[in-house]
């Protein structure tokens, strides 16, 4: 399965939900997959596999997870697929699921199941006709470049009060400042939160640049471990995390010094515990999904490296998927970014040019990101790289993630 999260933020850039993106097959593998008419598994909901698979915690603390249904798996026994609390589900449908009286008293029986319901990809022209679905629905997502936003508040909140309105496919941060400052929209989905913004100041916080000096120090071959322990010894949050990490890795020992703890990880650990916990100190200030991304797209990297025939670069893919977004943690281009890191060329050409062995990693991270699967599909095979070990991969990489923190 190929399967990727959708974060949903509200006004203050903190993610509130995710919408949850699948595939079960190859589509270019098999052809009758593009199909309409054929239909593999056409009644299961493919979404719930990871959720059940994972947990909902996992994705999604303490939010609701959107979930597609189509025009058929609507129909399905959607209760014994769903093994999280209904509550925490929003059945997202598109224009396929038509204002029928059919698809109105389905979409009625599983709002008294206690789910709730979502839709997408209708027009403003629509609106009228699908006035019965809409009084059933608490969410309705809106193309900002479509909709006039002052006006659909009124007709919402006059004809449909109880629904909330989503901004979707935003892809610049100015877009989602002006609407949020605009009012009325509950959520708000697209790119924007991984775009630098630009506020006119370019000054980077001293207490990132000593994190970023600590980077170069652990980023040499050959990193002094007394160096490094001295310089976490000079900040708290540091210290507590590294301690934390420590005491879980050796519980019966006691620890005696930062340099004791660094030395009981050891050189390898120490390099790839600091990076992780630097990017968390980096991002403090940046959306939560910051944070996520970019140590969910390090640890994804790192797994499918074998699968690019890549095993013996895992270590640099990680650094390059973890920075793949430093530009929006330092608030600054990724050249003046990268500039500061003491990285392999290699990494900088993929992150700055796209160019070199691995951006073709890169690339396939941001497909999958984003959902491209056609595009997935076709380096899948260009790559021979199997299904089920991609979705392995990115299974590993939730699972690590959840053991983080």
């Given at each position: ?24 097959k ?86 008294r ?27 309705v ?5 479509k909709?006039?936003?002052s ?10 009060p ?61 990193f ?43 050189q ?11 990017t ?19 640890k ?14 895992a ?34 050409s ?22 491209d ?27 690590w993630?959840?053991d983080?923190?």
């Amino acid at each position: 399965m190929l399967a990727t999260l959708i974060p949903l933020f509200d006004e203050n850039m903190q993610v509130r939900a995710y919408s949850l993106f699948s595939q079960k097959k190859n589509m270019l593998e098999d052809p009758l997959y593009l199909g309409t008419a054929v239909h593999y598994d056409a009644v299961m909901i493919q979404g719930f596999d990871i959720v059940n698979s994972v947990g909902i915690n996992t994705l999604a603390p303490d939010s609701e997870i959107f979930i597609p249904v189509t025009n058929i798996s609507i129909f399905g026994d959607i209760n014994s697929q769903c093994k999280v609390p209904h509550k925490r589900i929003a059945l997202l449908m598109d224009n396929y699921i038509t204002p029928e009286s059919s698809y109105v008293d389905r979409i009625r029986d599983l709002k008294r199941d206690g789910y709730k319901l979502a839709i997408r990809k209708i027009g403003v022209a629509d609106f009228e006709n699908y006035r019965e679905i809409l009084k059933l629905v608490d969410y309705v997502f809106l193309d900002h470049q479509k909709i006039v936003i002052s006006k659909a508040k009124i007709y919402f909140s006059s004809q449909f009060p109880n629904v909330s309105l989503i901004a979707g496919n935003l892809h610049e941060m100015e877009i989602f400042e002006a609407l949020k400052q605009e009012g009325g929209y509950q959520y708000y989905e697209g790119a924007f939160y991984r775009m630098p913004y630009d506020k006119g100041d370019k000054t980077i916080a001293p207490l990132k640049i000593n994190y970023l000096q600590l980077l170069n120090v652990v980023n040499d071959d050959n990193f002094d471990l007394t160096k490094a322990a001295d310089i976490i010894g000079q900040d708290t949050a540091l210290v507590i995390s590294l301690l934390e990490m420590v005491n879980k890795m050796a519980l019966n020992s006691e620890i005696t010094s930062i340099r004791h703890a660094a030395a009981m990880l050891g050189q390898r650990e120490l390099k790839k515990w600091i990076t992780t916990a630097i990017t968390r100190q980096l991002c403090s200030d940046k959306p939560s999904e910051i944070t996520r991304i970019s140590l969910l797209r390090a640890k994804f990297a790192e797994s499918i490296a074998p699968l690019f025939g890549m095993k013996f670069f895992a270590q640099e893919l990680f650094l390059m998927g973890l920075f793949s977004v430093i530009d929006i943690m330092l608030d600054t281009t990724m050249e003046n970014a990268l500039e500061m890191i003491n990285i392999s060329k290699n990494i900088k050409s993929a992150l700055i040019s796209h160019s070199g062995p691995y951006a073709k990693v890169l690339d396939f991270i941001d497909r999958y990101d984003n959902a491209d699967w056609q595009e997935v599909s076709r380096v899948m095979i260009m790559e021979s790289i199997k299904l089920d070990d991609l979705y392995a991969a990115y299974i590993n990489s939730l699972e690590w993630y959840r053991d983080l923190f």
